[in-house]
């Protein structure tokens, strides 16, 4: 019985590593850090531990079902691109139904956690659900579809905001553009690795619609905005020398994270995608956590 038990726990175990790769797992750093700092930001200090539990598990959930109906609506194109084409579910390591039954479980999670932080959260899930659900078949028809998933990253400070104070309010906005231009900025890096494939699938989006020295450039521009947001941000709250030092920072990241991008050299892109982008949130949310404490 003691084998069988042990037997049975490495295939859980092996099973829960394949949906936590579907749904790369490691990537929750970009959005739940901006969370956070729209939490901390709302309650002008530390949020209730009803409050920080609530928002976790909401943004766990709604990032699960949106990474799993995103391969879902997705397999047939990852099954074509050499890059994505060892994914789980076009390798048949996980069914569509498995992933199906996961989506809904999540969003299921994420709605739950809606209703118990307050009304106004409950009466939004099924929004930002519509906005995960329709981004996922931007790219078939627009090159705007950067934006849209900047829009659907953004519900996580507007998300957490709304959790803790129950209202919507302007004075979050700042942060939220920021977001969808920080997030857009660096999907248009990610996305000149698929530039050729999308070219010979009818695929969008603003590398293929305008090329890689003009999508750079707009790249560039996205994130600048990306600063001026946060700067305004710093403003509105009135944040201290806290914040403005992890405003520095920040850009020079967003520095170093496209020079390590050329036209001719795209090799480094991986590094450029994941590891500054994730300092970058985490950078924003601690700077920002000081400030506030102070």
Not at 28 to 42: D, E, K, N, R, Y
Not at 57 to 74: K, Q, V
Not at 115 to 137: D, E, G, M
């Amino acid at each position: 019985p003691c084998g069988k038990g042990l037997k049975d726990m490495e295939m859980f175990l092996s099973r829960a590593v394949l949906y936590l790769r579907m749904i790369k797992i490691s990537h929750s750093i970009f959005a739940l850090p901006f969370a956070f700092t729209g939490a901390v930001l709302a309650a002008s200090g530390i949020p209730s531990f009803h409050q920080i539990l609530w928002i976790a598990i909401a943004m766990i959930g709604a990032r699960s079902g949106a990474m799993g109906l995103n391969r879902i609506i997705d397999r047939n194109i990852d099954k074509a691109n050499p890059r994505t084409q060892n994914r789980e579910i076009p390798t048949g390591k996980i069914k569509v139904f498995d992933a199906a039954l996961f989506t809904v479980i999540s969003f299921a999670l994420m709605v739950f956690s809606a209703y118990q932080l307050n009304t106004l959260c409950l009466w939004l899930s099924p929004l930002a659900i519509a906005v995960l659900f329709i981004y996922s078949y931007t790219k078939r028809f627009t090159w705007l579809s950067h934006f849209f998933l900047g829009l659907a990253i953004s519900g996580a400070p507007l998300g957490a905001w709304i959790a803790v104070r129950g209202t919507f309010d302007f004075e979050i906005l700042p942060l939220c553009i920021g977001v969808v231009f920080w997030l857009a900025g660096f999907d248009i890096l990610y996305a000149l690795q698929d530039i050729d494939f999308d070219k010979r699938h009818g695929l969008h989006s603003i590398p293929k619609r305008f090329g890689i020295d003009k999508s750079l450039l707009l790249a560039r521009i996205f994130h600048s905005i990306t600063v001026f947001m946060l700067v305004l941000t710093g403003m509105f709250f009135g944040l201290g020398i806290s914040f403005w030092i992890g405003i520095i920072l920040v850009v020079g990241m967003l520095v170093y994270e496209h020079s390590l991008v050329k036209p001719t050299d795209l090799s480094k892109l991986d590094m450029a995608f994941f590891n500054m982008n994730g300092y970058i949130s985490i950078t924003v949310f601690v700077f920002t956590f000081i400030s506030v404490m102070l």
